[in-house]
């Protein structure tokens, strides 16, 4: 079993659609959470982080369920530039060595 | 800004060769990685470092060595390229206890051996 795994999609949805990516990680000692957005032929940068009460940032809302060793991202009226690929990523244990591991990412394609 | 600068976006080399990826920060961000991504696959940590002349192995470190002299490089040395070494490799670097998540990215070097 992969210690982080997502739907590789492609998700293709039309403009001010409502989309869901979903994550579970292996090691119930993971402690941090987050989701990194990566362009096309680009790095990954860090879209958000991921708490324990669920947090959002805009049209962003991402969930944390621990007993499940779940993530989710939620995208609201998702637009044009929404497009690209969404890592999910999870700290590799409960050590301080920091060492994150990444999802296969979840790709997103928003159609006008 | 955080720069973090990767020393060429494309290679080409032959089977055998040596091959140096260098990753400049200016940040003077502690943390230093190496990833490589693969369709399919995601992202896979070859090699880290916490500290200068420190070096810790990831996931898939065989056929990778680095080397972390000073504070702000990182470079990735492939002793004898091989064409399962195809790739684009990521350098990254955090500050702090990498707990807190936040990657910051070099714009990767594509690197391919024939």
């Known amino acids: 079993r992969k210690e982080v795994e997502q739907d590789p999609g492609p998700f293709n949805v039309p403009e001010g659609a409502t989309v869901a990516f979903n994550c579970t990680y292996s090691?119930?000692?993971?402690?941090?959470f987050f989701w990194y957005r990566q362009d096309c032929r680009k790095e990954p940068k860090l879209l958000m982080s991921?708490?324990?009460s669920g947090n959002e940032d805009g049209r962003f809302t991402a969930q944390l369920n621990r007993a499940s060793q779940y993530i989710s991202l939620l995208i609201r009226d998702s637009k044009l530039s929404d497009s690209a690929t969404y890592l999910c990523?999870?700290?590799?244990?409960?050590?301080?060595?920091?060492?994150?591991?990444f999802g296969q990412g979840t790709t997103l394609q928003v159609k006008p | 800004d955080v720069k973090v600068t990767q020393s060429s976006r494309y290679l080409v080399k032959r089977t055998g060769e040596k091959v140096f990826l260098e990753c400049v920060q200016d940040?003077?961000?502690?943390?230093m990685f190496w990833y490589r991504q693969d369709p399919g696959l995601g992202l896979r940590l070859i090699y880290f470092s916490y500290d200068v002349k420190m070096k810790e192995k990831g996931d898939i470190p065989e056929g990778y060595s680095v080397s972390r002299e000073k504070k702000e490089r990182f470079s990735l040395i492939l002793e004898s390229a091989s064409t399962n070494q195809t790739s684009m490799y990521l350098c990254?670097?955090?500050?702090?206890?990498?707990?807190?998540?936040?990657?910051?990215f070099g714009e990767g070097s594509r690197l391919t051996v024939l």
């Open positions: 090691n119930s000692a993971s402690q941090s």
């Open positions: 991921v708490y324990s």
């Open positions: 940040m003077d961000h502690e943390n």
């Open positions: 990254a670097s955090s500050s702090g206890t990498a707990n807190t998540g936040e990657l910051f």
């Open positions: 990523v999870v700290n590799g244990g409960s050590s301080n060595t920091g060492k994150l591991i």
